[in-house]
């Protein structure tokens, strides 16, 4: 008999640890959610480089956290240097980031899901999606192999997040060996699956550095740089400590912390790397297409030509471990190549390669076929998170499967009353995420980017408690387990701490004017704010002090947005039919035909974004709509 459970998660990466965490915080209850992964010790491993947030991604992060999401957590626990970039402009676009250690991380990703009775971890190997039905087929279970057994798993809601395991093949020079990371076989049997069920799939690739052994490097020679002096943390709950389990985070920072070097590359290797390109695969015409911002070594040489050097930070992995991680030279090109760039970098002449660089290719589904939800199209109760929708990163996949999971768990939930879990635009950078995955086609991993973001002001870093965790509280997510109550609680107490800190900032003076008409002259900085403001509220979190500096310098701005947005309320936000036939609409454009029938937007909002798609079409489409909505009313 197979077990049932109400959700089963694929995959125990990024995406997978998210969506699991998020369904049970929803739905509670013993063995409720599965999760399933190639080997336990393998959940939550950082394949790339062991850091956490940056530009935008940071937000990302802050957001996941502010819904109850896992990762500002663990990173909070495991991180070896935070720094916020971005700090010379304005806090809209900075971009809190800690380089983690990637042992600690994964240890302690795993600990936390462990600790939580909801979560059953099962090993093997996922060979087939379970559906029922033909013209609408509905998700019902995975077929699994573990070992020579084989055994099917059962639940109403199912949510896939393979990362670049699907049909994964590493490429290093002329070597291609099949696996979606170092050490590890690629997942065959889903990629056939969703071609089975008729999904559109296509062949992304990302690509990763070579490491180098610690003692090996002239670290002398180098210029050692720091994190911040006051370092900023991704959760609100990290201030005044939590715990869940074994993992207990009863200070900031929690572990040493660490610097990392800076180098760059050399004009010898520059000319080896042209004179070599014919065997680096992503020029030899062999792979497919791999992130345009953030770029192997190859591209920066072919693209940056007039450049001699491009800057590389050497970073520890872990302070378990002497492995570092070259930051800036990912390459596909072959061993022998990669030896000389290493070695003609300053301060690496006679550095030993632990691993080299290696480029990996895997299947992905185009992302017109779901929701923004993460629902699948045309397979009921299949959702999609990570990599497999064609993005790039950790904060972006785990952002995903967020969204996956609440709605996954809704589903399981409440059935034919299910209420779809979406934010918008305006709300947060998981909207902005998810709304740009249904409405564009990606040419290259998809990667978050402050400048994606049309209302950033809105969407700061330091606000997403106060933007989101009311949601979260609202859905539930908050509602099972010590760690949402205190949340909550924490929330309760920072929304007192700023609506008195803002009636003290109309009313403290500073001279002749107020602190909040201080805070909006150039120059008056979180710091002079914090000391003027400070004898009266008390000592409080860098993070108060950070908002409440950015609602006043902000607001003039802020109020602009917020009637930009009621403007388009409408637009936005009114539906479009599913039972349109775009192709059968004569007066319109070919090309917007086209795209309207590819990408089946749910709102005019998201038609109106679509690439192909003007604003006469949409002006038009109003129309045809009205009219065909009379049409059936009549004759119905």
């Known amino acids: 008999m197979p077990k049932q459970y109400r959700v089963i998660v694929v995959g125990g990466g990024h995406a997978g640890i998210e969506a699991a965490w998020a369904a049970a915080n929803l739905l509670g209850g013993q063995g409720t959610v599965a999760l399933i992964s190639i080997d336990r010790a393998k959940i939550g491993v950082m394949s790339c480089n062991p850091a956490i947030g940056g530009l935008a991604k940071g937000q990302l992060v802050r957001e996941i956290d502010a819904m109850g999401g896992l990762m500002g957590l663990i990173a909070d626990a495991t991180g070896i240097q935070f720094k916020v970039l971005n700090t010379s402009k304005g806090s809209a676009v900075h971009g809190p980031r800690c380089q983690s250690d990637k042992h600690a991380y994964a240890r302690t990703a795993q600990e936390m899901l462990d600790a939580r009775p909801e979560i059953d971890i099962i090993e093997g190997t996922v060979e087939a999606i379970l559906t029922e039905g033909e013209q609408t087929p509905r998700a019902t279970g995975v077929l699994i192999k573990a070992g020579d057994e084989e055994f099917e798993l059962h639940a109403p809601s199912l949510v896939v997040t393979t990362g670049t395991f699907m049909r994964g093949l590493m490429h290093t020079g002329e070597?291609?060996?099949?696996?979606?990371?170092?050490?590890?076989?690629?997942?065959?049997?889903?990629?056939?699956?969703?071609?089975?069920?008729?999904?559109?799939?296509?062949?992304?690739?990302?690509?990763?550095?070579?490491?180098?052994?610690?003692?090996?490097?002239?670290?002398?020679?180098?210029?050692?740089?720091?994190?911040?002096?006051?370092?900023?943390?991704?959760?609100?709950?990290?201030?005044?400590?939590?715990e869940v389990g074994a993992v207990c985070c009863d200070r900031f920072p929690l572990i040493e912390?660490?610097?990392?070097?800076?180098?760059?590359?050399?004009?010898?290797?520059?000319?080896?790397?042209?004179?070599?390109?014919?065997?680096?695969?992503m020029y030899s015409g062999n792979l497919a297409q791999g992130p345009r911002y953030c770029p192997s070594i190859e591209d920066k040489v072919v693209r940056f030509a007039e450049r001699e050097s491009h800057g590389i930070y050497l970073e520890p992995e872990s302070l378990e471990s002497d492995w570092i991680y070259c930051n800036g030279i990912a390459t596909s090109l072959p061993s022998d190549i990669q030896d000389v760039i290493v070695k003609d970098m300053p301060g690496c002449e006679d550095a030993e390669i632990l691993q080299y660089g290696y480029a990996v290719e895997y299947d992905m589904v185009r992302p017109h076929q779901i929701l923004t939800t993460g629902q699948t199209r045309s397979v009921e109760r299949l959702f999609l998170a990570g990599q497999i929708n064609g993005t790039s990163g950790y904060e972006e996949a785990a952002?995903?499967?967020?969204?996956?999971?609440?709605?996954?768990?809704?589903?399981?939930?409440?059935?034919?009353?299910?209420?779809?879990?979406?934010?918008?635009?305006?709300?947060?950078y998981i909207g902005v995420l998810m709304d740009d995955l249904v409405t564009k086609t990606p040419r290259e991993p998809y990667r978050m980017?402050?400048?994606?973001?049309?209302?950033?002001?809105?969407?700061?870093?330091?606000?997403?408690?106060?933007?989101?965790?009311?949601?979260?509280?609202?859905?539930?997510?908050?509602?099972h387990g010590q760690l949402g109550m205190q949340r909550w609680a924490q929330f309760q107490a920072r929304k007192s701490t700023l609506e008195r800190g803002r009636e003290l900032m109309k009313t403290t003076r500073d001279?002749?004017?107020?602190?909040?008409?201080?805070?909006l002259e150039p120059g008056y900085t979180i710091d002079d704010l914090r000391e003027a403001l400070e004898p009266v509220?008390?000592?409080?979190?860098?993070?108060?002090?950070?908002?409440?500096?950015?609602?006043?310098?902000?607001?003039?701005?802020?109020?602009?947005?917020?009637?930009?947005?009621?403007?388009?309320?409408?637009?936005?936000?009114?539906?479009?039919?599913?039972?349109?036939?775009?192709?059968?609409?004569?007066?319109?454009?070919?090309?917007a035909k086209n795209a309207l029938s590819k990408f089946k937007?749910?709102?005019?909002?998201?038609?109106?974004?679509?690439?192909?798609?003007?604003?006469?079409?949409?002006?038009?489409?109003?129309?045809?709509?009205?009219?065909?909505?009379?049409?059936?009313?009549?004759?119905?």
Not at 257 to 280: D, F, M, P, Y
Not at 407 to 417: P, S, V
Not at 511 to 519: A, D, F, I, P, S
């Open 257 to 281: 912390q660490v610097g990392c070097w800076r180098t760059h590359t050399g004009q010898e290797s520059h000319e080896l790397i042209r004179a070599n390109l014919h065997r680096a695969p």
């Open 511 to 519: 001279g002749e004017k107020t602190l909040e008409q201080r805070t």
């Open 449 to 479: 980017f402050t400048s994606r973001a049309e209302h950033r002001l809105l969407l700061r870093a330091d606000n997403a408690p106060d933007r989101l965790t009311p949601i979260a509280h609202e859905l539930g997510l908050l509602d």
């Open 175 to 242: 070597e291609k060996v099949p696996g979606g990371r170092r050490g590890e076989a690629a997942a065959n049997g889903i990629s056939k699956s969703l071609n089975e069920l008729g999904f559109e799939l296509g062949r992304l690739r990302t690509g990763t550095p070579p490491r180098l052994r610690r003692d090996s490097i002239k670290t002398d020679l180098l210029d050692l740089e720091f994190g911040d002096q006051e370092p900023v943390a991704f959760s609100e709950l990290t201030a005044h400590g939590w």
């Open 537 to 591: 509220l008390g000592a409080q979190p860098l993070a108060i002090w950070l908002t409440l500096h950015s609602d006043a310098r902000y607001e003039p701005y802020v109020e602009r947005q917020r009637r930009e947005i009621a403007r388009s309320a409408d637009l936005e936000h009114r539906p479009l039919p599913d039972w349109m036939d775009y192709q059968g609409l004569v007066s319109m454009r070919t090309e």
């Open 399 to 428: 952002a995903q499967g967020l969204v996956a999971g609440i709605n996954a768990a809704l589903l399981a939930r409440d059935g034919a009353e299910y209420k779809a879990f979406t934010l918008g635009r305006e709300q947060a």
């Open 601 to 636: 937007p749910t709102t005019f909002g998201q038609a109106s974004r679509l690439e192909g798609v003007t604003p006469a079409d949409i002006t038009l489409l109003s129309v045809l709509v009205k009219r065909e909505r009379a049409s059936r009313a009549n004759a119905g």
